[in-house]
Protein backbone atom coordinates (compact mmCIF):
# COMPACT_ATOMS: atom_id res chain seq x y z
CA UNK A 1 0.00 0.00 0.00
CA UNK A 2 1.49 3.43 -1.22
CA UNK A 3 1.96 6.72 1.53
CA UNK A 4 -0.63 8.49 -0.24
CA UNK A 5 -3.46 5.29 0.27
CA UNK A 6 -2.00 5.52 3.79
CA UNK A 7 -2.70 9.29 4.38
CA UNK A 8 -6.17 8.81 2.53
CA UNK A 9 -7.48 5.87 5.04
CA UNK A 10 -5.92 7.86 7.83
CA UNK A 11 -8.05 10.87 6.86
CA UNK A 12 -11.29 9.31 6.61
CA UNK A 13 -10.97 7.06 9.65
CA UNK A 14 -10.26 10.61 11.44
CA UNK A 15 -13.45 11.61 10.09
CA UNK A 16 -16.02 8.65 10.19
CA UNK A 17 -15.01 8.70 14.13
CA UNK A 18 -14.97 12.08 14.54
CA UNK A 19 -18.65 12.15 13.96
CA UNK A 20 -20.11 9.38 15.46
CA UNK A 21 -21.77 8.95 18.90
CA UNK A 22 -22.95 12.62 18.34
CA UNK A 23 -26.53 12.12 20.09
CA UNK A 24 -25.53 11.83 23.35
CA UNK A 25 -26.08 14.28 25.19
CA UNK A 26 -22.48 14.21 26.99
CA UNK A 27 -20.51 14.10 23.47
CA UNK A 28 -22.78 17.39 22.22
CA UNK A 29 -21.44 19.05 25.02
CA UNK A 30 -18.07 17.72 23.86
CA UNK A 31 -16.19 20.56 20.94
CA UNK A 32 -12.98 19.17 18.95
CA UNK A 33 -10.62 19.57 21.68
CA UNK A 34 -12.01 18.08 24.40
CA UNK A 35 -12.53 15.06 21.83
CA UNK A 36 -8.80 15.02 21.88
CA UNK A 37 -8.37 16.39 18.30
CA UNK A 38 -5.34 18.28 18.90
CA UNK A 39 -3.24 19.07 22.07
CA UNK A 40 -4.48 20.98 24.79
CA UNK A 41 -3.01 22.54 28.04
CA UNK A 42 -2.40 19.90 30.93
CA UNK A 43 -5.69 18.90 32.77
CA UNK A 44 -7.55 22.49 32.15
CA UNK A 45 -10.55 21.67 31.31
CA UNK A 46 -11.23 19.12 33.65
CA UNK A 47 -9.58 20.84 36.66
CA UNK A 48 -11.94 23.43 35.82
CA UNK A 49 -14.91 20.80 35.91
CA UNK A 50 -13.76 19.86 39.56
CA UNK A 51 -12.90 22.72 41.74
CA UNK A 52 -14.46 25.33 39.19
CA UNK A 53 -12.86 29.12 39.30
CA UNK A 54 -10.00 27.60 41.47
CA UNK A 55 -7.82 26.69 38.71
CA UNK A 56 -4.63 27.94 39.75
CA UNK A 57 -5.09 29.39 42.95
CA UNK A 58 -2.51 27.31 44.26
CA UNK A 59 -2.10 23.38 45.11
CA UNK A 60 -3.11 21.95 41.73
CA UNK A 61 -0.02 20.79 40.11
CA UNK A 62 0.33 17.56 41.65
CA UNK A 63 -3.49 16.53 40.36
CA UNK A 64 -2.64 18.62 37.15
CA UNK A 65 -0.12 15.76 36.78
CA UNK A 66 -2.27 12.68 38.00
CA UNK A 67 -5.17 14.52 34.99
CA UNK A 68 -1.80 14.47 31.64
CA UNK A 69 -2.76 16.05 29.01
CA UNK A 70 -5.10 15.94 25.84
CA UNK A 71 -3.67 13.24 22.98
CA UNK A 72 -3.96 14.98 19.96
CA UNK A 73 -4.48 13.59 16.28
CA UNK A 74 -5.71 10.28 14.96
CA UNK A 75 -4.57 8.72 18.53
CA UNK A 76 -6.88 11.59 20.16
CA UNK A 77 -9.48 10.90 18.18
CA UNK A 78 -9.89 7.21 18.69
CA UNK A 79 -9.17 8.10 22.22
CA UNK A 80 -12.53 10.13 22.26
CA UNK A 81 -14.59 7.74 20.43
CA UNK A 82 -13.69 5.28 23.41
CA UNK A 83 -14.61 7.91 25.98
CA UNK A 84 -17.58 8.98 23.91
CA UNK A 85 -19.20 5.35 24.67
CA UNK A 86 -18.50 5.17 28.00
CA UNK A 87 -20.01 8.90 28.80
CA UNK A 88 -23.02 7.91 26.97
CA UNK A 89 -22.83 4.21 29.17
CA UNK A 90 -22.90 5.98 32.76
CA UNK A 91 -25.78 8.63 31.03
CA UNK A 92 -27.67 5.56 30.37
CA UNK A 93 -27.37 3.71 33.43
CA UNK A 94 -26.72 6.76 35.72
CA UNK A 95 -29.93 9.35 34.44
CA UNK A 96 -29.81 11.70 38.02
CA UNK A 97 -25.70 11.99 37.35
CA UNK A 98 -24.18 15.21 35.99
CA UNK A 99 -21.68 13.44 33.24
CA UNK A 100 -19.50 15.71 30.89
CA UNK A 101 -17.19 14.83 28.41
CA UNK A 102 -14.03 17.23 29.12
CA UNK A 103 -10.88 16.40 27.17
CA UNK A 104 -9.91 13.40 26.98
CA UNK A 105 -11.69 12.27 30.31
CA UNK A 106 -14.93 11.80 31.55
CA UNK A 107 -16.64 13.98 34.68
CA UNK A 108 -18.92 12.78 36.69
CA UNK A 109 -20.11 14.74 39.25
CA UNK A 110 -22.27 13.87 42.17
CA UNK A 111 -24.38 15.90 45.04
CA UNK A 112 -27.63 15.66 46.92
CA UNK A 113 -29.66 15.87 43.29
CA UNK A 114 -27.86 13.65 41.40
CA UNK A 115 -27.00 10.31 42.94
CA UNK A 116 -24.60 9.77 45.90
CA UNK A 117 -24.78 11.35 48.64
CA UNK A 118 -24.18 11.58 52.93
CA UNK A 119 -26.37 11.87 55.47
CA UNK A 120 -24.93 15.09 57.61
CA UNK A 121 -21.34 14.80 59.37
CA UNK A 122 -21.32 10.75 57.97
CA UNK A 123 -19.16 9.52 55.30
CA UNK A 124 -20.52 5.67 54.97
CA UNK A 125 -22.19 5.19 51.72
CA UNK A 126 -25.76 4.57 52.33
CA UNK A 127 -28.52 2.42 50.21
CA UNK A 128 -29.46 5.04 47.83
CA UNK A 129 -26.04 5.79 47.13
CA UNK A 130 -24.85 1.66 46.45
CA UNK A 131 -27.75 1.65 44.00
CA UNK A 132 -25.82 4.37 42.02
CA UNK A 133 -21.82 3.26 43.01
CA UNK A 134 -22.91 -0.30 42.09
CA UNK A 135 -24.02 0.76 38.33
CA UNK A 136 -20.48 2.93 38.43
CA UNK A 137 -18.32 0.04 39.32
CA UNK A 138 -19.90 -2.01 36.33
CA UNK A 139 -19.55 0.36 33.24
CA UNK A 140 -16.09 1.10 35.11
CA UNK A 141 -15.35 -2.72 35.13
CA UNK A 142 -16.66 -2.79 31.73
CA UNK A 143 -13.92 -0.50 29.83
CA UNK A 144 -10.80 -1.54 31.61
CA UNK A 145 -8.23 0.85 30.18
CA UNK A 146 -8.79 3.47 31.91
CA UNK A 147 -7.65 5.29 35.15
CA UNK A 148 -10.20 7.01 37.83
CA UNK A 149 -9.62 9.92 40.05
CA UNK A 150 -11.82 10.51 43.07
CA UNK A 151 -12.21 14.02 44.38
CA UNK A 152 -14.14 14.69 47.85
CA UNK A 153 -15.79 18.41 48.74
CA UNK A 154 -17.61 19.78 51.32
CA UNK A 155 -19.67 23.23 51.66
CA UNK A 156 -18.69 25.75 54.67
CA UNK A 157 -20.84 24.93 57.44
CA UNK A 158 -18.64 23.81 60.48
CA UNK A 159 -14.72 24.03 61.00
CA UNK A 160 -12.43 24.05 57.61
CA UNK A 161 -10.34 21.29 59.07
CA UNK A 162 -13.18 19.20 60.04
CA UNK A 163 -14.38 19.48 56.68
CA UNK A 164 -11.26 19.01 55.12
CA UNK A 165 -10.99 15.52 57.19
CA UNK A 166 -14.69 14.52 56.39
CA UNK A 167 -13.95 14.99 52.69
CA UNK A 168 -11.19 12.78 52.50
CA UNK A 169 -13.01 10.29 54.60
CA UNK A 170 -15.80 10.24 51.72
CA UNK A 171 -13.48 10.33 49.17
CA UNK A 172 -11.87 7.16 50.14
CA UNK A 173 -14.96 5.69 50.95
CA UNK A 174 -15.98 5.84 47.50
CA UNK A 175 -12.68 4.46 46.12
CA UNK A 176 -12.81 1.81 48.95
CA UNK A 177 -16.52 1.22 47.51
CA UNK A 178 -15.75 0.51 43.91
CA UNK A 179 -12.29 -1.40 44.81
CA UNK A 180 -14.83 -4.05 46.80
CA UNK A 181 -17.39 -4.40 43.83
CA UNK A 182 -14.54 -5.00 41.22
CA UNK A 183 -12.82 -2.27 39.84
CA UNK A 184 -8.87 -2.72 40.50
CA UNK A 185 -7.53 -0.66 42.75
CA UNK A 186 -4.18 0.32 41.08
CA UNK A 187 -6.55 2.21 38.38
CA UNK A 188 -7.63 4.79 41.90
CA UNK A 189 -6.17 8.00 42.95
CA UNK A 190 -7.74 9.73 45.65
CA UNK A 191 -8.40 13.44 46.30
CA UNK A 192 -9.82 16.05 48.52
CA UNK A 193 -10.45 19.71 49.12
CA UNK A 194 -12.93 20.14 52.06
CA UNK A 195 -14.78 23.38 51.60
CA UNK A 196 -11.70 25.03 49.83
CA UNK A 197 -12.72 24.95 46.27
CA UNK A 198 -17.11 25.97 45.98
CA UNK A 199 -18.69 26.00 42.47
CA UNK A 200 -21.76 27.13 44.28
CA UNK A 201 -22.73 30.15 46.61
CA UNK A 202 -22.05 29.11 49.89
CA UNK A 203 -24.53 31.03 51.51
CA UNK A 204 -27.70 29.80 50.02
CA UNK A 205 -28.70 26.51 51.08
CA UNK A 206 -29.09 25.36 47.27
CA UNK A 207 -25.39 26.30 46.72
CA UNK A 208 -24.28 24.15 49.84
CA UNK A 209 -25.89 21.42 48.35
CA UNK A 210 -23.89 21.34 45.30
CA UNK A 211 -20.42 22.12 47.14
CA UNK A 212 -21.44 18.47 48.63
CA UNK A 213 -20.37 16.81 46.48
CA UNK A 214 -18.05 14.01 45.03
CA UNK A 215 -16.24 14.25 41.33
CA UNK A 216 -15.28 10.55 39.47
CA UNK A 217 -12.72 11.67 37.25
CA UNK A 218 -12.43 8.89 34.30
CA UNK A 219 -8.84 8.84 32.64
CA UNK A 220 -7.61 6.81 29.63
CA UNK A 221 -4.33 4.90 30.95
CA UNK A 222 -0.96 4.24 29.07
CA UNK A 223 -2.52 1.01 27.17
CA UNK A 224 -5.28 2.99 26.01
CA UNK A 225 -3.03 5.34 24.94
CA UNK A 226 -0.58 3.45 23.18
CA UNK A 227 -2.93 0.93 21.28
CA UNK A 228 -4.48 4.33 19.55
CA UNK A 229 -1.48 5.44 18.73
CA UNK A 230 -0.54 2.07 17.13
CA UNK A 231 -3.72 2.22 15.64
CA UNK A 232 -3.60 5.22 13.75
CA UNK A 233 0.39 4.56 12.57
CA UNK A 234 1.60 7.22 15.44
CA UNK A 235 3.87 5.62 16.87
Given at each position: ??????K??????????????????T????????????????????????I??????????E???????????????????????????????????I????????V?????????????????????????????????????????????????????????????????????????????????????????????????????????????????????V??????????
Amino acid sequence: MNIYLKKSLRVTLAIVLAISFTNCKTVQNANNKQKGAVIGAAGGAILGAIIGNNVGKGGNGELGAVIGGVVGGGAGILIGNKMDKQAQKIEEEIPGAIVERVDDGIVVTFDEESGVYFDTNKYNINAASQVTLDKLANVLVEYIDTNILVVGHTDSAGAAEYNMTLSKNRAQTVTSYLSSHGVASNRFTTEWFGETKPTHDNSTAEGRLHNRRVNIVILPNEKMVKDAKMQSGEN
